[in-house]
């Protein structure tokens, strides 16, 4: 049983995870499109492909598919989740299971406007969002929204170009600065981060993880600390469950005056779920688990309660890379 990483990155600590888990029973093979990609190097093998933009590259793929005999195969990164889903039918044929959600769901996901939409629709409370000037302005001169407000692309990852404005000029500035921009109500509750497995065999909600951010980096949570509250357990099963997410799943919540806010989804493993990991939450054992064929039990909430990570800097050394 084999399993695949696609785009791992500096994805470490995952990669590591999957390799213990797998140890035995299989091998983990990973994938980048750069050389200085640290993650690769604790697979038991790793390809150096193309970009996922460039001609050919689901070729590629499935001839590493077919070559490691692979069984299962994953993204860290949000443009290619869509990707690999519109190809899901191609992977069935080689007996590869594609570990992620739906395709409409990935685009959903890394639509921002879409998501807010689809949570509006659906009675979530989240933050205001408009794509449109004259609605914001309108907005603001009710008092339905106020300064300050983010300002962001309607489709992106890893928090990139994200801004805060603080006036109507800067707002207007921003706006301009990309094709299909939007601009989302300041929230400065109290973030919150979820690490959440949906079963691919039993379509239901078998693990989820909650942490309260402590300090952000780069897009990323740097330090958080565990915890559990039941209600909101059950408002992110609902959530899940309406969407029909299948495999991982990153959430981001915001808390504020006890009322939870539903912000973003990321149909993969987030930066930040080595805290879940480590606090008990294995979800390479249930992806594992579901590849052989086997469901997995209920197993919500059962994680060491008030853990505090701390991210910090290691470094790899590997011989010089001729390119």
Not at 94 to 118: A, D, H, Q
Not at 160 to 185: C, N, P
Not at 228 to 245: P, Q, S, W
Not at 275 to 288: F, N, P, S, V
Request: glycine fraction near 8%; proline fraction near 3%.
């Amino acid at each position: 049983m084999n399993l695949l990483i696609l785009s791992a990155g500096t994805r470490d600590k995952v990669v590591q995870y999957f390799k213990k888990t797998f140890a035995g029973v299989g091998k983990i093979v990973a994938t980048d499109c750069s050389p200085y990609a640290p993650a690769i190097y604790e697979a038991d093998g790793y390809y150096i492909v193309p970009r996922i933009t460039e001609p050919g590259y689901m070729d590629i793929i499935f001839d590493i598919c077919r070559k490691e005999n692979i069984n299962g195969v994953l993204s860290l990164i949000d443009p290619e989740l869509s990707l690999i889903a519109k190809h899901e039918k191609e992977f069935a044929k080689l007996g590869v299971t594609v570990i992620e959600s739906s395709y409409e769901l990935c685009e959903r996901t890394l639509n921002k406007w879409e998501m807010y939409c689809w949570m509006k629709e659906h009675g979530y409370p989240c933050a205001k969002s408009y794509i449109d000037l004259n609605s914001f302005y309108q907005a603001v001169e009710v008092g339905e929204v106020s300064y300050p407000v983010f300002v962001k692309p309607m489709k992106g990852s890893a928090s990139l170009h994200i801004s805060r404005a603080d006036d109507k000029e800067t707002v207007e500035f921003l706006f301009h600065q990309g094709e299909q921009m939007l601009i989302q109500e300041y929230m400065d509750g109290q973030e919150i981060g979820v690490d959440c497995y949906i079963d691919m065999i039993s379509k239901e909600v078998v693990s989820i993880f909650t942490k309260k951010k402590l300090v952000m980096r780069a897009g990323e949570t740097d330090k958080a600390v565990s915890f559990a509250d039941e209600h909101l357990f059950e408002e992110v099963e609902r959530f899940v469950k309406e969407n029909g997410f299948i495999g991982q799943i990153d959430i981001d919540i915001f808390e504020k005056n006890g009322i939870y806010y539903f912000s973003e989804v990321n149909p993969r493993f987030g930066g930040g779920y080595p805290h879940a990991y480590e606090c008990g939450a294995d979800h390479m054992t249930l992806i594992k688990n579901n590849l052989a064929g086997a469901a997995n039990p209920k197993h919500i909430g059962k994680y060491a309660l008030g853990k505090v990570m701390m991210k910090y800097n290691e470094l790899m050394l590997v011989d010089e890379i001729k390119e």
